[in-house]
């Protein structure tokens, strides 16, 4: 296990794309800007909220939805988001540069 730091996140995540693959479902969220970010889940819920870095981990506070951190796992060949308790909960797919997605919808 590899946790990913505050300079790398920022890199692979302000201003890009995460399509998320969710036990065969795919999720998306689009890391707008440095404060601004937007997700689609696989169910069709929508939101909008504020994100931040932290040392090796990002929180999210998802306006009228839940708030969170979150660290990105980082393996040969692979990304992974881990929830707070460091549960595996969904594989990167792809990172898209820009709002690739159109999100938000």
Known sequence: MAILKKDTLG????GTTHVLDMAGKQAIIYYQSESDAHMLL????AYSGK???LDDCYAVDWTDGPS???KLD???GSIAYLDSTGTR?????????GNSRSLPR
Do not use: C, K, N, Y
């Not at 890199?11 to 302000?14: A, F, H, R, S």
């Not at 909960?89 to 540069?97: C, L, Q």
């Open 11 to 14: 890199v692979i995540m302000t």
């Open 42 to 45: 696989p169910d069709g819920t």
């Open 51 to 53: 994100w931040r870095l």
């Open 68 to 70: 969170g951190s979150w």
């Open 74 to 76: 980082h393996q040969a």
């Open 89 to 97: 909960r969904a594989d990167v797919s792809s990172i898209e540069f």
